[in-house]
């Protein structure tokens, strides 16, 4: 029998501990980070005991009689450590379904974290999910991902365009012009998709703060001009960019291949992945292929971000 309890603030330390410990965690869930945007979610994160033992944690929101793991976070699902066992996770489950029912939920959308974010394997919950709980894929997202020890060689106009934009003089580094990058952005998606950053200039500079060593900045730029850049958070597995843009100007100039030949050829991150992120619209149904094969020519190939439903 597990003792589920609801997360609280006073166990936040215990929160965090285990999840750098845990065998597929990120920083994304740190206290300190999924809590920056407490207001906009009603938090309903669970912990699950055994005898005594943290044994497992489900970062979550509710809304409107729904569990998601978690509506503010690229991906979720339970985090595990390394002892867990596959009999285990499905009690885990069993009893986590009569408790959502106790609490008066009628369905569960579950964002599973992507294999290549696993320290070990850790995929005990994705067996679950249908052994268990019937559950079906609602939503799968394509990414691109570059695996660092064996990667492909460039497209050539990639590799043209490198070598343009080297030619031309511009600059890459890191950065800490958080405010002309996310004009660019902005700038852009406005223009693209009507849209904004998921993120406001505010939240990305407070969670820099707070994690400098995971959250970094590189842009391009030619004669003190910001033509672009890609914001990267880094894991323990995956170095992932989390925003990519460049200004007209730096579309014309290709500073965005430099870019990338910066920081996949003449940066090392002991990492074994480099992730671009997805590449779709309208969760995951449409494709977007200018996008696509823009990271395909750097050497990306397709990682699934899934996510499940089932009623309980």
């Known amino acids: 029998m597990f003792e589920i309890i609801r997360y609280t ?22 206290r300190d980070y999924m809590d920056y945007h407490i207001d906009r979610f009603r938090d309903h994160s669970l912990m699950f005991y055994r005898d005594g033992v943290l044994f497992a944690l489900l970062p979550a929101n509710e809304e409107g009689g729904v569990l998601w793991s978690h509506q503010g976070l690229t ?47 850790s995929e005990e919950d994705v067996f679950a999910l249908t052994s268990v709980c019937g559950a079906k894929l609602s939503d799968r997202s394509l990414s691109s991902a570059i695996f660092l020890t064996s990667p492909l060689q460039w497209r050539r106009d990639r590799r043209y365009g490198a070598n343009k934009a080297f030619a031309d003089g ?20 406005q223009h693209k998709y009507g849209a904004r950053p998921v993120h406001t ?16 900045l590189f842009t391009v730029s030619k004669d003190e001009q910001l033509l672009g850049g890609t914001v990267l958070y880094i894991t323990q597995q995956v170095v992932h960019t989390q925003y990519i843009s460049a200004s007209e100007e730096g579309k014309r100039l290709r500073a965005i291949d430099l870019l990338f030949d910066e920081l996949l050829h003449h940066r090392q991150w002991n990492r074994p992945y480099f992730d671009f992120g997805t590449s779709n619209e309208e969760d995951g149904r449409i494709l977007v292929e200018p996008l696509i094969y823009q990271k395909e020519g750097f050497g990306g190939r397709g990682i699934c971000y899934d996510t499940y439903e089932w009623e309980v």
């Open 9 to 30: 603030a006073d166990k936040a330390s215990e929160w965090s501990q285990f999840v750098r410990q845990s065998k597929n965690g990120t920083f994304l869930f740190f």
């Open 75 to 121: 991906y979720g699902g339970v985090i595990m450590s390394e002892k867990v066992t596959a009999a285990r996770v499905q009690q885990l489950f069993r009893e986590l379904n009569d408790f959502l029912r106790a609490e008066g939920f009628r369905k569960v959308v579950y964002k599973q974290v992507p294999h290549i974010f696993h320290r070990i394997p």
């Open 170 to 189: 511009i600059i890459v580094q890191e950065s800490d012009d958080w405010a002309g990058f996310w004009q660019v952005l902005s700038c852009n998606l």
């Open 201 to 216: 200039l505010e939240e990305i500079m407070l969670l820099h703060a707070r994690f400098p060593q995971y959250i970094r």
